[in-house]
């Protein structure tokens, strides 16, 4: 079952460090930009993980996953529901500790991966409001 508690989501939040941003965009438009750029504001060190940027916020992006050096904490994901299985795969593969799809993003498969390899997941829910919302208590 993916994790809906708040304790539960402070304690992902509270040991995240690293976080890999699957579809992060340099388009400040675009919400994975807005949250991301929160992300590293407050702290939390971003991968960018997509194919069709070379860098973003100065950090050099990665096409997929598998691309990047050292350990990941949690891998948030701004990606359509039908590739978030695969998602979920390769994040099992790196080791990540947390598969989070954004607010708006469910994929019950991805949920099941991720858990099946030993991640706790988290979905539909958006990463920035629940740092801001649990960070405040």
């Known amino acids: 079952m993916p994790v ?3 304790d539960d989501l402070r304690e992902i939040i509270e040991h995240a460090r690293r976080i890999a941003v ?12 807005g949250v991301a750029l929160f992300l590293k504001a407050n702290g939390f060190d971003i991968v960018p993980v997509n194919p069709n940027e070379s860098a973003v916020f100065g950090a050099d992006s990665v096409a997929d996953l598998g691309l990047i050096d050292g350990p990941v904490d949690m891998v948030n994901v701004f990606r359509r529901p039908e ?11 790196i080791g990540a500790g947390v ?3 954004q607010q708006g993003i469910r994929n019950d498969e991805a949920m099941a991966i991720a858990e099946a390899g030993g991640l706790k997941a988290v979905q539909d829910r958006c990463l920035r409001v629940e740092v801001q919302r649990l960070r405040r208590r």
Do not use: K, M, Q
């Open 4 to 6: 809906t508690s708040d």
């Open 22 to 33: 699957v579809g992060l965009s340099g388009n400040p438009a675009r919400p994975s930009n």
């Open 83 to 93: 590739y978030c299985a695969d998602i979920a795969r390769a994040a099992v593969e």
């Open 99 to 101: 598969l989070w799809l």
